[in-house]
């Protein structure tokens, strides 16, 4: 045989093989296009079937059926072509399956709500919900076809539209993992597909939150000063209104907003010279009612009653008696109770000019007193008391570096001069030694 007979065989028999090896892709693709058209039938035909009502061909030409209505009622859809018309349905009813994530979650949501969780934590699930959920896909979508890659597709994107902290992604994925295990456990689907998303790539996609820094976070002495005067310029104006009062009880006990707003005059107690704080103003986000409940620790804790807090609250009691406000509350104004939404906006607008680093919070004088008492060399486990943190949760985010720029000019200062010292005595040494 000759070569060039011998090469185009060789041709022949290598096209003969690519021709195969096309063919058997096109084998498998298309087995794969049928499976896949196989289950979309399938998952019609579920739909179908939860239809209650005929469809019917009119002589007009339209095919007709019912759809549930409001209240109970139902309405009358009709079509030219019958695929239209089952289209129709199998939307409709693909939105209102129990077996879509909408109506997953409401069932998980439902069992959060069975086993106790708060009204502001169902709230937040409702506010979530219409944020990062409402309007897609995902809605509708059979929770069974839900899987990893479709899960990293939705959060990518969720991403992408908004500007999401980590920390809100993580309670996003807490309610998918949640409506999961729930589907699971009533035996519709088998594995939760939220155990595979690459979480450290999400993250990396997440705002990065902004840190503050501890003039940020503090009242300086100086600070202080000028709020004091703040707010004694607003009450010569307005005798009658009480939040100065509150905005100076915070400062001299780094109580929460919601403990200042739900003091009563029977949490003071004169001859033992304490505070007692065990009641706190909360909100009811989902039903928007103010109501009193313990601390947010849920713990009765006490604080003692100086001189100078003696003299605020008796303040406050004359005034209120004056202008008839006097209450079971210690803070009360014409309406009653002085809600803790009122205090929080009246302490912003109170630093919010010039000569403060930035606006302030309740919480910005609990965060310098805790680090004002650290700094005096008070125990840290008082401090936690008084304050009424964790240890964890006080070092964490309620201790902070408030020393002025002079103290640590100072005592940098010091250790400098004591370094040159150490070098003057050693030369000494060497001096002496090298004269022996």
Not at 143 to 162: A, P, S, V
Not at 206 to 230: D, G, H, V, Y
Not at 412 to 425: A, C, F, M, Y
Request: hydrophobic share 30%; aromatic share 10%.
């Amino acid at each position: 045989m000759s070569a060039k007979r011998k090469i185009r065989k060789e041709e022949v028999y290598r096209m003969n093989n690519i021709e195969r090896y096309d063919d058997t892709i096109k084998y498998a693709i298309m087995n794969i296009v049928d499976a896949v058209n196989k289950i979309e039938s399938m998952k019609t035909n579920e739909y179908l079937a939860m239809h209650p009502y005929a469809i019917t061909h009119s002589q007009d030409g339209y095919y007709r059926t019912y759809l549930p209505g409001e209240k109970g009622k139902r309405r009358q859809i009709k079509k030219k072509a019958r695929d239209d018309l089952e289209k129709t349905v199998i939307d409709y009813w693909m939105k209102h399956s129990k077996l879509s994530f909408k109506e997953r979650f409401k069932i998980w949501a439902e069992r959060q709500k069975l086993k106790g969780v708060s009204d502001n934590t169902l709230y937040r699930y409702k506010t979530d919900y219409a944020r990062f959920l409402k309007g897609h896909d995902i809605e509708n979508r059979d929770i069974r076809t839900i899987d990893e890659e479709y899960l990293e597709l939705y959060f990518n994107k969720i991403l992408e539209e908004n500007s999401v902290l980590y920390q809100t992604l993580k309670e996003l994925l807490g309610y998918f993992r949640g409506t999961f295990d729930k589907s699971i456990r009533d035996g519709i689907i088998e594995n939760n597909p939220c155990s595979k998303i690459d979480y450290p790539l999400l993250k990396s996609k997440c705002r990065q939150p902004i840190i503050k820094t501890a003039e940020e976070r503090t009242f300086s002495q100086i600070e202080k000063n000028r709020l004091m005067n703040s707010l004694k310029e607003k009450l010569k104006k307005h005798p009658d209104d009480v939040r100065p009062y509150a905005i100076e009880l915070a400062l001299y006990t780094g109580m929460r907003v919601g403990e200042l707003s739900g003091l009563m005059w029977e949490d003071i107690d004169e001859t033992r010279q304490c505070i007692i704080i065990q009641h706190s103003e909360k909100y009811n986000a989902l039903k928007k009612t103010f109501f009193v409940s313990t601390p947010k620790s849920g713990k009765t804790r006490v604080f003692p009653l100086t001189a100078e807090i003696a003299a605020l609250l008796k303040n406050v009691r004359e005034v209120e008696s004056k202008y008839g406000y006097l209450t079971e509350f210690v803070f009360s104004g014409p309406n009653g109770r002085i809600h803790k939404t009122n205090i929080s906006s009246y302490m912003i607008a109170r630093t919010s000019g010039d000569g403060f680093t930035n606006q302030k919070s309740i919480h910005t004088a609990r965060r310098t007193l805790n680090s004002e008492l650290i700094a005096s060399g008070a125990p840290r486990a008082m401090c936690c008391a008084l304050i009424g943190n964790t240890e964890l949760v006080n070092e964490t985010f309620y201790t902070y570096d408030v020393s002025t720029k002079n103290y640590k000019l100072e005592m940098v200062s010091k250790i400098n001069q004591r370094t040159i010292n150490n070098n003057d005595n050693i030369n000494v040494e060497k001096l002496s030694s090298n004269q022996e």
